[in-house]
Nanobody, 125 residues
């Protein structure tokens, strides 16, 4: 089992930036970031294959987010730039695919086994 704790959320004005952290008991090969706004379904934001650091992103982000990792700290990061009010949501990190196969691309929420508790991001206009 993997324990993960997200942090770094907060309130920011449109156009600002935030960096979210996901401190894991141990980095897993296949991890991802998701978000869920009130009244909406949880959606995939990014995914990463940590052995190579290869990241994948939702097309809707238009290149505004990046994903990175610190292997020594067992921490995953999500750098969010040019934030918009539509980015307001609870952000979660996830690890380990139920299939055991880490394919390319952003995954669906039900594909992941382990979840953090989330960190709130609020973007005001």
């Amino acid at each position: 089992q993997v324990q993960m704790v997200e942090s770094g959320g907060g309130s920011v004005q449109a156009g600002g930036s935030l960096r979210l952290s996901c401190a894991a008991s141990k980095l897993r090969a296949c991890m991802g970031w998701f978000r869920q706004a009130p009244g909406k379904e949880r959606e995939g934001v990014a995914a990463i294959w940590t052995p190579s650091g290869t990241g994948y992103f939702a097309d809707s982000l238009q290149g505004r987010f990046t994903i990175s990792q610190d292997n020594d700290k067992n921490t995953l990061y999500l750098q969010m730039n040019s934030l918009k009010p539509d980015d307001t949501a609870m952000y979660y990190c996830a690890a380990d695919l139920r299939s055991g196969v880490c394919s390319t691309g952003v995954k669906r929420p039900n594909e992941y086994k382990y979840w953090g508790q989330g960190t709130q991001v609020t973007v005001s206009s």
